[in-house]
């Protein structure tokens, strides 16, 4: 049974996953999400039903649009496995369906800010600040965190990637610093902290990685948000045996 619930919920977030793809491309650009109806971003081809069966039709169509035979990125049957990845491990994180349906919306607003991201690096104040007033609220309403630490967390977040803004002279956007209030409400003070620590090295090795291989120009910008997305995964799965590990290491 628990398996079912999980392969249902996967099912669900790669629908969902699809309707992040949607916002992601249309928000930035101020476009409605309802209409027009989907299509090639290129040659404007009405897709069908059949082309919009997240990841399958990506595969189907190996990749390329049947109007025009551009290539479709990839990024977008990766969006939408991810999220329905993340949808069914919302089974194994909340303790009671209250929690599951609000950790499947903060997995959902969280690969909609990678998608805007990706896209037009930005992530909107439309999406940050009506998620950080949901997320706080369902959050201590539904006890994955006490409110206390729902509101320091909200406050941590806000406060930690502020200050990284102000020392780097805005090389990191206030986007991010307002993606962490929600994500402070979800995860409390601690774990929005570790969140931070490992999608901050995360993004260092990964961008070392590509100026060694020539991929990144120096003072070229990259989007911090997937790295985000990262170790806040890391941080909501792992991150009190990481806590644990780390203070029995110190310890020794």
């Keep these: 049974m ?17 309707f992040a793809n949607v916002v992601a491309y249309r928000v930035p650009r101020r476009e409605s999400i309802v209409r027009p109806r989907s299509h090639c971003v ?11 069966v997240p990841v399958l039709s990506w595969l189907v169509l190996r990749g390329r649009c049947r109007g025009c035979g ?5 990024r977008y049957p990766l969006l939408e496995f991810v999220t329905g990845v993340l949808f069914a491990s919302a089974w194994w994180q909340g303790h009671t369906l209250a929690q599951v349906f609000v950790w499947a919306l903060f997995w959902l607003y969280l690969m909609m800010a990678v998608g805007t991201d990706l ?5 909107p104040d439309v999406l940050s600040l009506p998620a950080a007033v949901v ?4 959050s201590g309403l539904t006890h994955i965190q006490p409110w206390t630490h729902a509101t320091i967390g909200l406050a941590t977040g806000f406060a930690m990637v502020l200050a990284v803004h102000l020392l780097s002279g805005g090389r990191m956007g206030l986007g991010d610093a307002k993606l962490y209030l929600g994500i402070g409400a979800m995860l409390g003070p601690w774990l929005t902290l570790l969140s931070f620590v490992l999608a901050a090295i995360l993004g260092s090795v990964i961008g070392i990685g590509l100026r060694l291989a020539g991929k990144l120009q120096a003072g070229q910008y990259v989007p911090f ?3 985000i997305a990262l170790g806040v995964m890391a941080a909501a799965w792992y991150g009190h045996a990481l806590v644990h590990l780390y203070i029995r290491l110190v310890g020794l």
């Design 2 to 18: 628990t398996w079912l619930v999980a392969a249902l919920l996967f099912a669900y977030g790669l629908a969902f996953g699809s």
């Design 42 to 52: 290129h040659c404007h081809h009405t897709l069908s039903w059949w082309e919009l």
């Design 70 to 74: 551009k290539p479709i990125s990839p």
């Design 119 to 123: 896209t037009a690096m930005i992530v």
């Design 135 to 138: 997320l706080l609220g369902a």
């Design 225 to 227: 948000v997937p790295f």
